[in-house]
């Protein structure tokens, strides 16, 4: 078990993770949602924002941490502040 947490730790920063799927985004380690309309939706990460625009976007599933964005997904962009 040792050796697989080494190596998770290597391979992934823990800071934030965001996995981008056809039609589904994944977000690991947001802080806070922002906004949210069916075209546009604006998460605060831990050094940035990120903004995520779009046609039908929804919210799948969301805990404290992480989310599933489904949606017809144009662009996800980040905005230092």
Do not use: W
Not at 53 to 64: P, R, S, T, V
């Amino acid at each position: 078990m040792k050796f697989y947490n080494a190596l998770s730790d290597f391979l992934y920063d823990k800071k934030y993770f965001i996995t981008i799927f056809d039609n589904k985004l994944h977000l690991f380690r947001y802080t806070q949602l922002n906004k949210l309309t069916s075209t546009e939706i604006i998460l605060k990460m831990p050094d940035f924002k990120l903004i995520i625009n779009g046609d039908a976007l929804l919210i799948c599933q969301m805990n404290k941490e992480e989310m599933l964005i489904q949606g017809n997904i144009y662009s996800v962009r980040k905005e230092y502040e």
